[in-house]
């Protein structure tokens, strides 16, 4: 699978839009994104994933670049809930069905 | 609608006992995946199944470990006998066929003393 590059930490003020980045240039044509959240002694949440297109749930947007190297998850209005670490995830559609959770970023709402 | 469910939530128990962690996947997912999380190896696959049949068990650490899946609703995880080095939180997850994501459950704690 192709690895994958995010900041640290983040911080943002709730109520705004938060953007998280997500570096994975050596991706494949075959290989999605995921993205995923773990707040404190929960198990991780599965948030949204796509292959190429933009895609939009309840939860979130995710931004996928034209060349796939890139991406970004949009918590669009973000509450002191979404204090998590977020991880992006790339992962081929058959045959391997490891998922391979990175450092993540930390995300920090501030009141 | 139900997600994954895991028995006990905590476990602590003396170091040689048998340890059994238990799982009932989401209906209608036909994968389950066994997950160990330590603060020093971040998340680890340990083993999956598809339609009940273990496909990828590379991941578990030893024969200590062993898994079954006796039918599509339940999964257990077995460490006999059981190490201070087993601490961890273990999950469970369950996806669907095809790029379905997978859905984890909360965890197990397990504490080895």
């Known amino acids: 699978d192709a690895k994958t590059t995010q900041p640290p930490s983040m911080d943002c003020a709730e109520g705004r839009a938060a953007n998280l980045p997500c570096n994975h240039s050596?991706?494949?044509?075959?290989?999605?994104v995921y993205w995923y959240r773990q707040i404190h002694s929960q198990g991780p949440q599965y948030i949204i994933h796509?292959?190429?297109n933009n895609e939009t749930n309840e939860m979130a947007s995710l931004i996928i670049t034209e060349d796939r190297k890139s991406s970004t998850l949009i918590l669009p209005h973000a509450t002191l809930r979404d204090t998590a670490v977020y991880y992006c995830?790339?992962?081929?559609?058959?045959?391997?069905?490891?998922?391979?959770f990175g450092t993540g970023t930390r995300l920090t709402i501030i009141p | 609608d139900a997600g994954v469910i895991q028995s006990p939530r905590h476990e602590v128990t003396e170091m040689g006992q048998e340890v059994t962690l238990r799982c009932k996947p989401i209906s209608g997912h036909d994968y389950l995946f066994w997950y160990r999380q330590t603060m020093m190896r971040g998340l680890e696959l340990l083993i999956y199944?598809?339609?009940?049949?273990?496909?990828?068990d590379s991941g578990m650490p030893e024969d200590r470990f062993s898994a079954k899946m006796p039918n599509a609703s339940f999964s257990t995880l077995k460490i006999q006998p059981s190490e201070p080095r087993d601490s961890a939180v273990y999950f469970c997850a369950s996806r669907a066929g095809g790029n379905q994501p997978q859905h984890f459950g909360d965890g197990t704690r397990l504490s080895i003393l």
């Open positions: 995830i790339v992962r081929g559609n058959f045959g391997n069905e490891k998922l391979t």
């Open positions: 050596t991706i494949s044509g075959n290989e999605y």
């Open positions: 199944f598809n339609n009940n049949v273990p496909i990828d």
């Open positions: 796509g292959l190429k």
